[in-house]
């Protein structure tokens, strides 16, 4: 389409990014070329330090560029609760909309027999001996509310058992400003059986 | 919201970018950090090289990290047709939706009184040498439909009635798939002033 390499490769590269088509594309690489140049060294550079430094915390398993997430180092927070998620996104989100004071464990997946991801996969391993090693009262099980997410929350329910934790699962039904005409019938029935007092 | 610097620094250059919150940021950012490491480098290199090598060709003003642009260096284009264009990103509009051969003109702008834009901001001395120096035969306005859009393509038509070269203005109407019950009515007037033959 044109014929300016430079030009032509941060198109492509911008592509790759999630929900980025053609044309948010030239939005972005236009935006940054025609109006904010330190924009983008300063994303350039924060990609390349990402890219370089982030790995996963060795306690919860969130990303992290050190050994020990901030949260696991943080004597502050309630050790005796663990929420467990599926990804790293699933702890900014959580942090970001509620005051959650406890650590958190990522599985960075689910489980999904069908995938051949069985718990060796997820290393699932690692939360068992959180359980013994950790002074653990509440397993929160925030997995995603689909099937794997289900199957994967049973599975931690169980071990949490086995290791005397109560396990929680957080809750199901209408989400905020859901109209129920426009719900499906799953969330429809897990709200309406997790009907509480009014 | 975390306390991982490279993270939290990686989401804020993410959300600089053109209509990316705090959510698509986060997206993006777990995306490339947990499968597509590659891409992030790629993505920061790109950006890099196109921050420090892009500018503006001295003859059309779009982007280019020549001197010269590739459209205007290129002798198969029709060097007697000037498409005159607000911003690089309609050129790169207009070359991915038609197969326009002429050359262009980027204004980089459009003529705004209010804001203190006249034709000395817009640089429009430049297109008055090109329609000097240059065997122009057609000069298409191709500025937005909008107020300043309008005024700045009156303005360029009387330069080029002073050079004794045809302009000519991109058509305006019901654009492909639009409902005429929710066209405004600017359009809907355009569009049938603009009828023709059928
Ligand atoms: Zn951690
Ligand atoms: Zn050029």
Redesign the interface.
């Known amino acids: ?7 032509e ?2 198109l ?3 592509r ?4 980025v088509g ?1 044309k ?1 594309a ?9 109006r ?2 330190p ?13 370089d ?2 790995g996963h915390c060795s306690r919860c398993r969130t ?3 050190a050994t020990i ?3 696991c180092a943080d004597a502050s927070r309630d050790a005796g609760v663990i929420c467990v998620v599926e ?3 699933d702890v ?2 959580i ?2 909309a509620t005051d959650f004071r406890g650590l958190f464990h990522v599985l ?1 997946g689910r489980l999904s027999p069908l995938d051949g991801i069985g718990p060796a996969e997820l290393g699932l391993d690692r939360l068992e001996q959180r359980l013994h090693d950790e002074p653990v009262r509440e397993l929160i099980l925030a997995t995603n509310a689909s099937v794997e997410g289900e199957v994967t929350a049973h599975y931690l329910a169980e071990m949490a058992a086995r290791h005397g934790v109560r396990a929680t699962r957080i809750a199901q039904g209408v989400p905020a400003g859901g109209e129920l005409e426009y719900l499906d019938a799953g969330t429809l029935s897990h709200a309406l059986s997790g009907r509480r007092e009014y």
């Open positions: 389409m044109t014929t300016e390499p430079a030009l490769e941060l492509a590269a911008l790759c990014l999630p929900g053609t948010s030239r939005r972005m690489a236009l935006h940054l070329l025609e904010d140049r924009g983008a060294r300063r994303l350039s550079r924060a990609l390349a330090v990402a890219a430094t982030i990303l992290t560029a997430c901030a949260r990804t790293p996104g900014l989100a942090e970001g960075l």
